[in-house]
């Protein structure tokens, strides 16, 4: 290695990524920490009536630093409960390159859940209609 390329203060190129919004990118030359590639915000209301709006905001995230870094995909929430109902909010940087294995896994919690409330509601509607029909049989 030259003496020239260990030089710590030599302007960095900056590699922007295709999905880097450069409005919102601070990377710089200087390369100084806390800098990083951002990509455009997505922004996902999701409306299930409730009293308190969910909104999921994603957005790719890559620091920027002298060496390889990971490419992040930022989640921010607002809106969801805890388990006392109090609205709370957070923010989290899964590795992208989780979230397949991540997706699926949430997919398929999804998915038992779902199959159980059918089963549920289908229990509740049995039931409903057996002491319906009693109360037509045993009525006045
Ligand atoms: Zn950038």
């Given at each position: 290695?030259?003496?020239?390329?260990?030089?710590?203060?030599?302007?960095?190129?900056?590699?922007?990524?295709?999905?880097?919004?450069?409005?919102?990118?601070?990377?710089?030359?200087?390369?100084?920490?806390?800098?990083?590639?951002?990509?455009?915000?997505?922004?996902?209301?999701?409306?299930?009536?409730?009293?308190?709006?969910?909104?999921?905001t994603a957005q790719l995230h890559m620091p920027?630093?002298?060496?390889?870094?990971?490419?992040?995909?930022?989640?921010?929430?607002?809106?969801?409960?805890?388990?006392?109902?109090?609205?709370?909010?957070?923010?989290?940087?899964?590795?992208?390159?989780?979230?397949?294995?991540?997706?699926?896994?949430?997919?398929?919690?999804?998915?038992?859940?779902?199959?159980?409330?059918?089963?549920?509601?289908?229990?509740?509607?049995?039931?409903?209609?057996?002491?319906?029909?009693?109360?037509?049989?045993?009525?006045?």
């Open positions: 290695m030259s003496e020239k390329s260990q030089n710590k203060s030599e302007p960095k190129i900056v590699r922007h990524s295709e999905w880097c919004d450069q409005q919102k990118c601070t990377a710089t030359p200087a390369c100084a920490n806390g800098e990083s590639h951002q990509g455009t915000p997505v922004v996902m209301p999701l409306e299930r009536g409730g009293p308190f709006p969910v909104t999921v920027h630093a002298d060496w390889l870094t990971e490419v992040y995909i930022k989640i921010e929430w607002t809106g969801l409960t805890n388990a006392d109902h109090v609205t709370v909010g957070g923010t989290a940087y899964i590795p992208a390159d989780l979230i397949g294995e991540l997706s699926q896994a949430l997919g398929g919690l999804a998915a038992r859940a779902s199959a159980d409330k059918k089963i549920e509601l289908t229990e509740y509607l049995n039931t409903f209609r057996a002491a319906h029909t009693d109360e037509e049989v045993t009525g006045p």
